[in-house]
């Protein structure tokens, strides 16, 4: 049976996510300073395409056409983060009054029509200034990261209700400290477990401030969330897959809602031990109003000699005939729905959003339109399967598309195409895709 609006009942929420570096553009207007990513996205080599991003979706230049684009499909959310370096050129310390208006003016103009603006306090892009100090495994981030959660929280939270702390600490500590893949682009397993440790305290603490300073505030955060299986049921490749488990979902969401650290899975995982202090247990524990959970795909684990400390990996999924997005993701709608069980039965999870989920085509533009049903189709079976969550009990309370317009998809460059609405990036010129106007019809009904 075909899903309706109306299966999600009245108090849903609809919206559409993207981030800062992924669509403003103009990375030197007015007082922004450098972060990590126009440093790292200039480098030769660092991103596949050999692309930059310097103009991107021209977010900044003008919002109101994508803001009145997202109004036209239908969706009443919008979810944004901010740049820390257009709001604090040093990374602490003096704020930058035109940055700040640019946010204003954004939150304002959202408002005025009828637009609730979502914002994201910290979606990978570190002031250069602060990487330079070590960045995130540098603890004195936990003061840095507070004074910044401070000044957006007091300077936007008087309209903005609805905010998330980090987006994904996993992945940008491990594809950042770690594999190196992502900015700041280091390769150290030390360096990984101190930034991880960091940013699940800066999750805490960066809750604290804000529900101190948004009155009537919804303050939430955000992790990466894979459904993971075993390749069989051999025993090195179950215990392997614990251990991928462990590292990419459980190290995460475990801490904050006063679990720990999965050891016993992964007793490697000790080494964390040594960036621990006495109260940190206590830190990092907090009640978020909402967890925000972004899916995309199913992980299959093995026993593997490569990489050690782990010995585990992953079979890609284009070894396993499977359906897989153009970033070789596999399309994987029903582990949507074991991933909100397990995450709502988690202690103390009030309520779950799904605040990323969407898939990346090799959309072409042909007569002013972009025919794209295996979009459509991966829309209506990952809500299924949220509608089936739902259905049994999981407080799922809302769904955002990433993303609203075609971006600049980090070390992909624009290659990798998650919009509904296809953006050329030469030209600026937008164009709703099929599957938007799915979306429309879908939410107006
Ligand atoms: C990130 C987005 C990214 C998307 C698709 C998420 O992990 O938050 O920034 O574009 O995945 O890869």
């Not at 570096?21 to 300073?33: I, L, P």
């Not at 509608?387 to 993303?403: D, H, S």
């Amino acid at each position: 049976m075909e899903i309706t609006k109306k299966d999600f009942g009245s108090d849903f929420t609809w919206g559409v996510s993207q981030s800062a570096f992924q669509t403003e553009g103009s990375v030197f207007a007015d007082g922004k300073s450098e972060s990590i990513w126009d440093v790292f996205s200039a480098k030769k080599g660092a991103i596949k395409t050999g692309e930059n991003a310097l103009n991107c979706c021209e977010f900044y230049k003008d919002f109101k056409p994508d803001v009145l684009l997202s109004q036209h499909l239908g969706f009443k959310n919008f979810g944004h983060s901010l740049a820390w370096t257009r709001i604090l050129p040093n990374g602490i310390g003096s704020v930058n009054t035109k940055g700040l208006d640019y946010y204003n003016r954004l939150i304002d103009f959202q408002l005025e029509n009828n637009i609730t603006p979502w914002l994201t306090i910290y979606h990978w892009d570190l002031p250069q200034i602060l990487e330079d100090k070590g960045g995130w495994a540098n603890r004195e981030i936990l003061n840095w990261f507070g004074e910044y959660t401070d000044v957006v929280t007091k300077a936007f939270g008087d309209r903005v209700k609805n905010w998330k702390v980090i987006n994904e600490p996993s992945a940008f500590c491990g594809f950042g400290y770690m594999t190196g893949e992502h900015a700041p682009g280091k390769k150290s397993i030390f360096k990984y477990l101190a930034a991880a440790h960091h940013a699940n305290l800066c999750q805490g603490i960066a809750g604290r401030i804000a529900q101190k300073n948004v009155k009537d505030g919804h303050v939430g955060t955000s992790f990466a969330t894979f459904h993971i299986e075993p390749k069989n049921q051999n025993f090195f490749h179950r215990e392997a897959t614990e251990r991928i488990d462990a590292t990419i979902n459980r190290m995460f969401i475990e801490p904050i809602v006063g679990l720990g650290y999965p050891y016993k899975e992964f007793p490697a995982m000790r080494m964390i031990e040594k960036y621990i202090k006495n109260d940190d247990e206590k830190l990092i524990q907090h009640d978020f109003d909402f967890v925000g959970i972004q899916y995309y795909c199913r992980l299959i684990g093995k026993f593997s000699l490569f990489p050690p400390v782990a010995f585990a990996n992953e079979v890609p999924a284009k070894e396993r005939n499977v359906p897989m997005n153009n970033m070789g993701f596999e399309i994987f709608p029903e582990g949507l729905y074991h991933v909100l069980k397990r995450y709502a039965a988690y202690p103390k999870i009030k309520k779950l959003l799904v605040t990323e989920n969407g898939v990346c085509l090799d959309d072409l533009l042909g007569n002013e339109q972009v025919n794209d049903p295996i979009r459509i189709q991966f829309y209506k079976d990952y809500l299924a399967q949220l509608l089936r969550a739902k259905n049994e009990g999981v407080p799922i309370e809302g769904f955002f598309c990433w993303t609203l317009t075609d971006n600049f998809e980090w070390w992909e460059g624009f290659k990798a195409r998650f919009g509904l609405v296809y953006v050329d990036h030469q030209t600026q010129k937008r164009t709703i895709k099929n599957s938007g106007l799915w979306f429309k019809t879908f939410l107006n009904s």
